[in-house]
């Protein structure tokens, strides 16, 4: 046991106890190579977004437009496929994928909501505020949860659904689909990003509490215990 230190006359003073260190996260991870044919695709679509924007928001042609939505899919489907195939896979790889998907929503559904009536229906401000938000707040989120980690991680199964259902929305809306039908599909889209955005925070929130511990053997999803919000 450590003596107590003397300090001026008559005066005892305890040690202090020994100071604990604070825990250190693992930081981002190393994206590795950047200029790759698969990083290339990713970039690519990048590049088309804008083009396919400003032929949504003109209403065409429906030529053009449909052509260039095409191969932005093209590159999307290749980019992952190359990278394997040409042994390169990287973490920038799942970050420009990922940002071009995120800025791609973004953008064909701000022109959707701006571009004017004779074009083709529209889509309403609360639902591309709810998608674009969304986004952002994934994006965000991700950058905190990768420090923590070390590592990316990939989409929930909520998240492939939600994309799928915003991707039908958008296609509804570019081929003039009755207004009945929009709606339906519009509320259903809502309520899936909605559940989305809740199961990735509940990953969030373990994530950031109990690190790598937190997730189950594919590195992805959450262990049982942990996929309750206030489940210890």
Same mark, same amino acid.
Not at 33 to 52: D, Y
């Given at each position: 046991?450590?003596?107590?230190?003397?300090?001026?006359?008559?005066?005892?003073?305890?040690?202090?106890?020994?100071?604990?260190?604070?825990?250190?996260?693992?930081?981002?991870?190393?994206?590795?190579?950047?200029?790759?044919?698969?990083?290339? $695709?990713?970039?690519?679509?990048?590049?088309?977004?804008?083009?396919?924007?400003? $032929?949504?928001?003109?209403?065409?042609?429906?030529?053009?437009?449909?052509?260039?939505?095409?191969?932005?899919? /093209?590159? !999307?489907?290749? !980019?992952?496929?190359?990278?394997?195939?040409?042994?390169?896979?990287?973490?920038?790889?799942?970050?420009?994928?990922?940002?071009?998907?995120?800025?791609? /929503?973004?953008?064909?559904?701000?022109?959707?909501?701006?571009?004017? &009536?004779?074009?083709?229906?529209? $889509?309403?401000?609360?639902?591309?505020?709810?998608?674009?938000?969304? !986004?952002?707040? $994934?994006?965000?989120?991700?950058?905190?949860?990768?420090?923590?980690?070390?590592?990316?991680?990939?989409?929930?199964?909520?998240?492939?659904?939600?994309?799928? /259902?915003?991707?039908?929305?958008?296609?509804?809306?570019?081929?003039?689909?009755?207004?009945?039908?929009?709606?339906?599909?519009?509320?259903?889209?809502?309520?899936?990003?909605?559940?989305?955005?809740?199961?990735?925070?509940?990953?969030?929130? /373990?994530?950031?509490?109990?690190?790598?511990?937190?997730?189950?053997? !594919?590195?992805?999803?959450?262990?049982? &215990?942990?996929?309750?919000?206030?489940?210890?």
């Amino acid at each position: 046991m450590r003596a107590p230190k003397i300090g001026p006359p008559g005066i005892l003073r305890r040690a202090r106890p020994p100071m604990t260190p604070t825990p250190r996260y693992p930081g981002l991870p190393d994206l590795g190579r950047f200029w790759t044919v698969a990083n290339m $695709l990713s970039l690519s679509r990048v590049a088309l977004i804008g083009p396919i924007a400003w $032929l949504i928001y003109r209403g065409g042609p429906i030529g053009p437009m449909f052509g260039l939505i095409g191969l932005a899919i /093209a590159t !999307d489907w290749f !980019d992952g496929r190359v990278a394997r195939w040409s042994n390169s896979v990287s973490e920038w790889g799942k970050v420009l994928d990922a940002t071009a998907d995120k800025l791609a /929503a973004a953008a064909v559904t701000v022109a959707l909501l701006v571009r004017p &009536e004779e074009a083709g229906p529209s $889509l309403p401000l609360w639902f591309v505020a709810l998608a674009v938000s969304r !986004d952002v707040l $994934l994006a965000a989120g991700g950058v905190v949860q990768s420090r923590r980690l070390g590592r990316f991680t990939s989409s929930l199964w909520s998240g492939k659904v939600a994309v799928s /259902a915003l991707a039908t929305t958008v296609l509804a809306a570019l081929l003039a689909a009755p207004s009945g039908v929009m709606e339906a599909l519009i509320g259903l889209t809502a309520a899936v990003l909605a559940y989305s955005i809740v199961k990735y925070a509940i990953r969030f929130r /373990a994530i950031l509490r109990y690190g790598a511990d937190a997730l189950a053997e !594919d590195g992805n999803t959450l262990r049982p &215990e942990h996929r309750v919000v206030g489940r210890e």
